[in-house]
């Protein structure tokens, strides 16, 4: 806390004293980032300092027995704020992950389940759209293949914005849906799936990618019914030699192609060496960035009663009509304070 607190106010001087414009947008990040903490840390000094008063008084042999009274009221209100300031301060100096702060690549993929699967994979990409637009976030779509009968087969989306691999990373996994479906004459419940998979938007400076690692070939985008979208080659495909990972990209333009696709290429790689990273350190930096494992069943999404439930931390909610209109922090704010209250478990242990 106080290297926090030495570091908070330098900035502060710093940021006073009139720096280049350059220095300052720095300056401000960090200074944003440790705001909060500084002055968690401040009111805790101050709570402190109040106890000691207190206690002081309470030493009095001279006090009478009223005015002991509202003092030992005041230490109690005093302790508790202590204690609280403690625990609040606990959450903001766990270690973070250095991707919660980065744009994200949110990819959907239909599962099992034909039609059915690409529709549920179209409800949960407006599921989440819906979710950015209340977050203030920007949605762009990257690239898009559309079911037969609706939906998509695959999605894959750029989120930009504040916080979104932070709010988002939970969201990797399988996730399956419960309802009878459209075509379904019968009135049978089907069962069907998709996967999601959250990757934090790397930068060119976070993974390196040789030219000689990588394989661009470009052939004819096609639209629906095997027609040529255009009479250029424009479709790209980058394929990285060493681990074999393939992006496509089959849009109009070829330059816009080849720059989403290395976008996506970057991610992933990235994504890679994250969860390389987290098995070969401890279990709370594997905590601290998650298994990433896409099979796992995370969620089920079950309209006849109305439910949603997240497995990983056994909460139903039945209100998944509100859920799929995009109200997610309930279930998003619960697996962000499981994920804390793991991270402090792991952390203790250590210590």
């Known amino acids: 806390?106080?290297?926090?607190?030495?570091?908070?106010?330098?900035?502060?001087?710093?940021?006073?004293?009139?720096?280049?414009?350059?220095?300052?947008?720095?300056?401000?990040?960090?200074?944003?980032?440790?705001?909060?903490?500084?002055?968690?840390?401040?009111?805790?000094?101050?709570?402190?300092?109040?106890?000691?008063?207190?206690?002081?008084?309470?030493?009095?042999?001279?006090?009478?027995?009223?005015?002991?009274?509202?003092?030992?009221?005041?230490?109690?209100?005093?302790?508790?704020?202590?204690?609280?300031?403690?625990?609040?301060?606990?959450?903001?100096?766990?270690?973070?992950?250095?991707a919660d702060e980065r744009n994200a690549i949110l990819e959907i993929r239909a599962g099992t389940g034909g039609d059915e699967a690409a529709l549920f994979a179209g409800d949960l990409f407006r599921m989440y759209e819906r979710y950015a637009s209340q977050q203030g976030w920007k949605v762009e779509v990257v690239s898009a293949s559309e079911g037969d009968a609706g939906g998509y087969k695959e999605i894959v989306a750029s989120v930009s914005g504040r916080g979104v691999f932070a709010k988002l990373k939970f969201e990797s996994g399988a996730h399956r849906v419960q309802r009878v479906p459209e075509t379904e004459a019968q009135g049978r419940i089907h069962t069907s799936a998709a996967t999601v998979a959250v990757l934090p938007e790397a930068e060119e400076v976070?993974?390196?990618?040789?030219?000689?690692?990588?394989?661009?070939?470009?052939?004819?985008?096609?639209?629906?019914?095997?027609?040529?979208?255009?009479?250029?080659?424009?479709?790209?495909?980058?394929?990285?030699?060493?681990t074999g990972i393939v992006v496509v990209q089959a849009e109009k333009s070829q330059h816009q192609n080849r720059a989403r696709a290395m976008q996506i290429l970057r991610a992933r790689l990235y994504d890679a060496q994250r969860q390389k990273s987290a098995e070969e350190r401890s279990e709370l930096r594997r905590l601290q960035v998650g298994t990433g494992d896409r099979s796992e069943r995370i969620r089920t999404y079950n309209f006849p009663q109305g439910r949603v439930t997240d497995h990983r931390i056994n909460l139903t909610l039945y209100k998944l009509d509100r859920v799929m209109e995009g109200e997610l922090d309930e279930l998003i704010n619960a697996l962000i304070a499981?994920?804390?209250t793991k991270l402090l478990a792991a952390q203790n242990s250590e210590n």
Do not use: C, W
Not at 37 to 47: C, F, N, W
Not at 211 to 223: C, K, L, N, Q, V
């Open 1 to 98: 806390m106080d290297q926090v607190l030495k570091r908070f106010e330098l900035i502060e001087t710093q940021m006073a004293a009139g720096p280049s414009p350059e220095e300052y947008v720095k300056l401000a990040s960090e200074y944003a980032e440790l705001q909060e903490i500084a002055g968690k840390i401040r009111a805790l000094r101050k709570a402190e300092a109040e106890q000691e008063d207190l206690e002081a008084m309470l030493a009095d042999k001279s006090l009478d027995r009223e005015m002991r009274e509202l003092v030992e009221a005041d230490r109690k209100d005093v302790e508790h704020r202590i204690e609280t300031l403690h625990q609040e301060l606990q959450l903001l100096l766990l270690p973070k992950d250095a």
């Open 338 to 340: 499981d994920h804390q």
């Open 206 to 242: 976070d993974v390196e990618i040789r030219p000689e690692d990588i394989r661009i070939d470009t052939m004819r985008a096609s639209g629906a019914g095997g027609q040529h979208v255009n009479t250029t080659d424009s479709a790209v495909r980058i394929t990285h030699l060493p």
